[in-house]
């Protein structure tokens, strides 16, 4: 029976020798929203998203994604679940549309073509779908690799630090295609450094600190445990971000 719960864990643990990675984690992500999973370096972040995908097996607690077991059911949860990692995972010496039809027929669909041309147009890669991705940008490349993670429409996508490396301009296109994705009813776990795009993406965040989760809840919720702010009045100055993006807007 399909729940309004798409990722839930309880009392999660994993251990590599003297190092305790994650603590007794207890997550839960509600279907069709965007969670995003804060944390330094070494927070558990990858462990924790790898034992999700059915990568790693946890030491102990419990897992489901989609309402199946990640250690009794791990073929059902890989059948749901889409993870795109901190690198594009694409071959550089195929085309845009060539790496979208190979893994349309890995996935054993019909008509891969038609499907690749879909998302090449829904990604805007459309002009670029017939040059070897060895050309592409890094934007580029990121939405590449998103649109390879959509083919069969998984129900629950994991974007492990989508952006890491990518320019203002790469960072703000794929922001729009995660918030696309939520927006036609996709589950989104994201885990990121980045404040900003927490902020920026999130419905629900949680803040995963030395193993454990220290902090859960909505932006609003997550104000509420700082002290009142006081109201002071200062001349706000353009962010180079906002300047970057002013100077080379593309005007079409």
Request: with cysteine.
């Given at each position: ?72 059911q791990p073929a059902e949860v890989r059948a749901s679940i889409s993870l ?81 490396g990518l320019d203002p301009q790469a960072r703000i296109e794929v ?78």
């Open positions: 029976m399909t729940t309004s719960t798409a990722i839930e864990t309880h009392g999660l643990e994993k251990t590599y020798g003297d190092l305790h990675v994650l603590r007794g984690v207890d997550l839960r992500v509600e279907r069709g929203t965007i969670f995003a999973l804060l944390g330094s370096n070494g927070a558990g972040k990858t462990t924790l998203v790898k034992i999700l995908c059915t990568l790693l097996r946890a030491d102990g607690g419990t897992a489901t994604v989609d309402g199946r077991d990640v250690a009794a795109t990692g901190q690198f594009a995972a694409v071959d550089e010496v195929l085309t845009g549309r060539e790496n979208l039809v190979l893994v349309a027929r890995l996935r054993h669909l019909e008509d891969p073509g038609s499907i690749a041309d879909d998302l090449l147009a829904r990604f805007a890669l459309s002009d670029a779908g017939g040059r070897r991705v060895a050309t592409y940008s890094g934007g580029m490349r990121r939405r590449l690799d998103i649109a390879m993670s959509l083919i069969g429409e998984p129900p629950v996508v994991f974007l492990d630090e989508p952006t890491t922001w729009a295609m995660v918030r696309e994705l939520a927006g036609r009813g996709t589950t989104v776990l994201l885990t990121t450094q980045y404040l900003d795009e927490a902020e920026q993406l999130a419905d629900r965040i949680a803040i995963l600190h030395e193993g454990r989760i220290i902090a859960d809840g909505t932006l609003a919720d997550l104000k509420q445990l700082l002290p009142p702010a006081t109201v002071e009045y200062v001349e706000k100055q353009p962010s180079l971000e906002d300047i970057f993006l002013a100077i080379t807007k593309d005007d079409r």
